[in-house]
């Protein structure tokens, strides 16, 4: 018998994407696979079982194990730091994280306020440029903060810009690209090696090329 794979899935708006690449690389995931509110979906003829799990937390399931993979965008995993191996870039879920702000934003002499779902992403890089910050932590509508007040300036993902465009924010700094990964918790790669590179290999094959950073 078959090695059961357990597969961390990110729901919401990769989810589509990840399906439809398993399904290019040959897996026959069922059609409930699109449309269910089951967190755990069991497809025995692929002997794959997935966790639906939210983006953010998709590398703690495969760090801590109970899943063997998983896909997690490039920002999570930077945000993060988890002991996972990032084994493939899947060109998934193309985005960048940007510094934004007003257009013309009233000048703050002491550490201006940056609002973020990426705290630990935003220090580095603000320390990096050399400029004092204060990071403020929120988790969602990051945009909101400086139209209220809450903020100076937002690190965020920026997609297709739309949500800076209707509120009225620029783009100020591009900080970096994102994509999602394919991510494998290192035990599991010994334990269950030969399925493991054998789905890196299909996913591979439909992606082109490794993880290169
Ligand atoms: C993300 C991100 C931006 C938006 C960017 O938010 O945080 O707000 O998408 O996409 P766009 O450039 O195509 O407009 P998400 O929709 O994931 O929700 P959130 O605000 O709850 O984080």
Sequence with gaps: MRDVLTIAMPKGRIFEEAAQLLREAGYELPPEFDDS?????????????????????????????VADLGIAGKDTMLEEERDVYEVL?????????????????????VAPKVATKYPAVASKYFREQGEQVEII???????????????????????T??????????ELEHI?????RLIVNPVS???????????VERLSLVVGGTSDD
């Design 37 to 65: 509110r089951k967190l755990i979906i069991e497809v025995e003829r692929e002997s794959l079982r997935f966790i639906l799990a939210k983006p953010m937390d998709v590398p703690t399931y495969v760090e801590h194990g």
């Design 176 to 180: 970096q690209a994102i994509t999602s």
């Design 189 to 199: 790669y010994r334990l269950k090696d030969k399925r493991i590179d054998e789905m």
């Design 89 to 109: 870039d899947l060109h998934i879920s193309d985005c960048y994280l940007a510094v934004a702000g007003l257009p013309y934003p009233d000048v703050n002499d």
């Design 137 to 159: 932590k929120l988790n969602g509508s990051i945009e909101l903060a400086p139209l209220i007040g809450l903020a100076d300036r937002i690190v965020d993902i920026v997609s």
């Design 161 to 170: 810009g739309r949500t800076l465009r209707e509120n009225g924010l620029v």
